[in-house]
């Protein structure tokens, strides 16, 4: 079983390759743009099981070396999760337009683009698996803050994505769903947030999110499901 964790090298990410390697049945891709640290936990917990690659999926160059380790592997995917991210935190009135496509770039078009190039290499036995990482940011009806405009649209764009996608992968046998992620402390939070302090470590929100992508394509499709103890 192959599982695809983006966004891998610190937070959330990282925990979550941390437990899913838990389990010897799973080889774990763990992607990132900077892999010192992820190389450093892995040689720490000597996870034989999680293979980091240092690439920049943000790019189409990125995503092709992906795509060809996967083929190398020769593994069918299982389990994508997307959970590379970007935000900015400024007054509506000040973002660029480069700062805007920045965002939207990473959060909503590069999850887009990555699951087109793996459409091929997903597993067929019904058991595959795609969980975009949301915000409750992103929650129509939710609660919104002030600076976050860029970050929490970009994150309503991947929540309607993922129902669309579900929709659209139904007859190649592929779950989608999105995640939307309250308070964790991640250094994401601290720049939304400076100075708040958060209920929920990585360490759990990432052993949530790998039980959720193992087991929750029986229960959901299609869905974007708060996970939030607190607001923010």
Request: aromatic residues 6%.
């Amino acid at each position: 079983m192959l599982a695809i964790v983006t966004g891998s090298s610190r937070g959330i990410g990282l925990e979550t390759v941390i437990e899913l390697a838990k389990n010897p049945q799973i080889m774990v891709l763990a992607v990132s743009r900077d892999t010192r640290g992820l190389e450093k936990r892995i040689k720490k917990d000597n996870l034989l099981n999680v293979l980091a690659l240092k690439a920049d999926i943000s790019k189409k160059g990125g995503i092709q070396r992906l795509v060809k380790l996967v083929e190398r592997l020769n593994k069918p995917v299982r389990l994508l999760i997307n959970n590379a991210g970007a935000l900015v935190n400024k007054p509506f009135q000040t973002i660029r337009a480069a700062e805007l496509a920045a965002v939207y770039h990473t959060n909503v078009f590069t999850p887009f683009l990555l699951i087109q190039a793996l459409l091929p290499h997903f597993s067929k036995k019904g058991d595959a698996h795609i969980v975009n990482i949301g915000s409750m940011g992103g929650v129509q009806g939710s609660s919104k803050f002030s600076g976050l405009s860029a970050y929490s649209s970009s994150k309503g764009a991947l929540a309607c994505l993922s129902e669309c996608l579900a929709e659209e992968l139904k007859p190649q046998k592929i779950s989608v769903n999105c995640l939307a992620i309250g308070s964790v402390q991640t250094e994401m939070l601290a720049q939304a947030f400076p100075g708040f302090r958060a209920p929920l470590s990585p360490a759990q929100m990432g052993a949530y999110i790998s039980h959720f992508a193992l087991t929750a394509f029986i229960y959901y499709n299609g869905k974007t499901l708060p996970v939030s103890s607190t607001t923010p």
